[in-house]
């Protein structure tokens, strides 16, 4: 277990974060990648939205009005509520996160370039954001990301070819095939590091995965996200990838009445009740298991990456605990 002991503060250092699956038990490197609990950022490019950039086109119509007459304020106003990220793309893979978030869309007048989205276009391009995530890669050998591409604003068949065909040219070996059952020594043995989940109908493409169940609460209460994460898992879990959002969600109405609030203060409030859900759970093949869990914020959320992968260690902790019990018991008796 590399000397992972999860009563020690100090291993819950982030540093330790960088290469966390390399250092998991070796139990745990055959399990499918879905039976492991991993941390996610939710709209995880949205450290870098651009201020000045047009809404998108499908922001609610309020919205949309007043960016016509004030869109300075709009901007700036809108700004404030849709940066879920501070952390830049390398300081969340460093953290821990294993789960990436990208919305995609086509800013106007931009060319053939595309880029990310929430609420308003990046700075960075979707390119050159996943040539740093190769970089990244190649330092860190024995780590496995699973990212999902979603949204697609504004693309066109043209725009999608186009993507599909950067991340399979870019990728090509790093690639799971979404008929593959992934574990930890599978990836190793073949060199492959990324799960890619491409949320279009596609049959060209057997290295990219279908779009992958997110379950958010809709809701800026946390209580209510708790209590629909709850009732969701008493349904049961999907097979195999799903995310549970941690991420609270406000409306028009709330961005524009509150102008000189924001997501980030409104996340650090609800964090603590989040927080005691997720380390509640446990990882695993179980009905109720959780698998990806994605938070606001991940860099700023005190200790979000190294509870989600502490879960991975309770399962073993509970058979350590019952492999001594019942020493205990067999040197009582004799």
Same mark, same amino acid.
């Given at each position: 277990?590399? *000397? +992972? =002991?999860? /009563?020690?503060? @100090?291993? #819950?250092? &982030? *540093? +330790? =974060?960088? /290469?966390?699956? @390399?250092? #998991?038990? &070796?139990?745990?490197?055959d399990?499918?990648?879905?039976? #492991?609990?991993?941390?996610?950022?939710?709209?995880?490019?949205?450290?870098?939205?651009?201020?000045?950039?047009?809404?998108?086109?499908?922001?609610?119509c309020?919205?949309?009005?007043?960016?016509?007459?004030?869109?300075?304020?709009?901007?700036?106003?809108?700004?404030?509520?849709?940066?879920?990220?501070?952390?830049?793309?390398?300081?969340?893979c460093?953290l821990?996160?294993r789960?990436?978030?990208?919305?995609?869309?086509?800013?106007?007048k931009?060319?053939?370039?595309?880029?990310?989205?929430?609420?308003?276009?990046?700075?960075?391009?979707?390119k050159?954001?996943?040539?740093?995530?190769?970089?990244?890669?190649?330092?860190?050998?024995s780590?496995?990301f699973?990212i999902?591409?979603?949204?697609?604003?504004s693309?066109?068949?043209?725009?999608?070819?186009?993507?599909?065909?950067?991340?399979?040219?870019?990728?090509t070996?790093?690639l799971?095939?979404s008929?593959e059952?992934?574990?930890l020594?599978s990836?190793?043995?073949?060199?492959?590091?990324?799960?890619?989940?491409?949320?279009?109908?596609?049959?060209?493409?057997?290295?990219?995965?279908?779009?992958?169940?997110?379950?958010?609460?809709?809701?800026?209460?946390?209580?209510?996200?708790?209590s629909?994460?709850?009732e969701?898992?008493?349904?049961?879990?999907?097979?195999?990838?799903?995310?549970?959002?941690?991420?609270?969600?406000?409306?028009?109405?709330?961005?524009?009445?509150?102008?000189?609030?924001?997501?980030?203060?409104?996340?650090?409030?609800?964090?603590?009740?989040?927080?005691?859900?997720?380390?509640?759970?446990?990882?695993?093949?179980?009905?109720?298991?959780?698998?990806?869990?994605?938070?606001?914020?991940?860099?700023?959320?005190?200790?979000?990456?190294?509870?989600?992968?502490?879960?991975?260690?309770?399962?073993?902790l509970?058979?350590?605990?019952?492999?001594?019990?019942?020493?205990?018991?067999?040197?009582?008796?004799?």
């Amino acid at each position: 277990m590399s *000397g +992972w =002991n999860p /009563d020690r503060d @100090s291993d #819950l250092d &982030p *540093g +330790w =974060n960088v /290469d966390w699956m @390399s250092r #998991l038990p &070796p139990r745990l490197h055959d399990v499918p990648l879905w039976e #492991l609990a991993i941390p996610g950022s939710h709209d995880s490019m949205s450290f870098c939205l651009d201020a000045s950039s047009p809404l998108l086109p499908s922001q609610p119509c309020i919205l949309t009005l007043c960016d016509r007459v004030l869109p300075r304020c709009t901007r700036t106003c809108v700004f404030r509520w849709a940066t879920t990220q501070q952390s830049v793309l390398s300081q969340q893979c460093d953290l821990g996160v294993r789960f990436l978030d990208l919305r995609v869309a086509k800013k106007p007048k931009a060319g053939g370039d595309l880029y990310f989205a929430h609420g308003l276009y990046t700075k960075l391009r979707v390119k050159e954001t996943l040539q740093e995530l190769s970089c990244w890669l190649d330092l860190h050998p024995s780590e496995v990301f699973i990212i999902a591409f979603s949204h697609f604003e504004s693309l066109t068949d043209e725009d999608h070819t186009h993507l599909m065909n950067l991340i399979t040219s870019l990728f090509t070996h790093k690639l799971v095939y979404s008929k593959e059952i992934p574990t930890l020594r599978s990836c190793w043995v073949r060199g492959q590091q990324l799960v890619v989940s491409y949320d279009r109908e596609q049959e060209q493409h057997p290295e990219l995965w279908p779009g992958i169940p997110y379950w958010y609460a809709d809701s800026p209460d946390p209580l209510e996200v708790v209590s629909y994460l709850e009732e969701r898992q008493r349904e049961g879990r999907p097979a195999g990838f799903y995310v549970c959002g941690l991420n609270l969600t406000e409306d028009a109405a709330c961005v524009l009445l509150h102008p000189l609030d924001d997501l980030r203060k409104m996340t650090v409030k609800a964090a603590a009740p989040l927080l005691r859900w997720a380390a509640a759970q446990r990882a695993g093949p179980g009905a109720a298991a959780v698998n990806i869990i994605c938070c606001d914020f991940v860099g700023l959320i005190a200790d979000f990456c190294s509870r989600v992968i502490a879960l991975n260690y309770k399962p073993l902790l509970a058979v350590t605990m019952a492999t001594l019990l019942h020493t205990q018991g067999a040197l009582t008796i004799s």
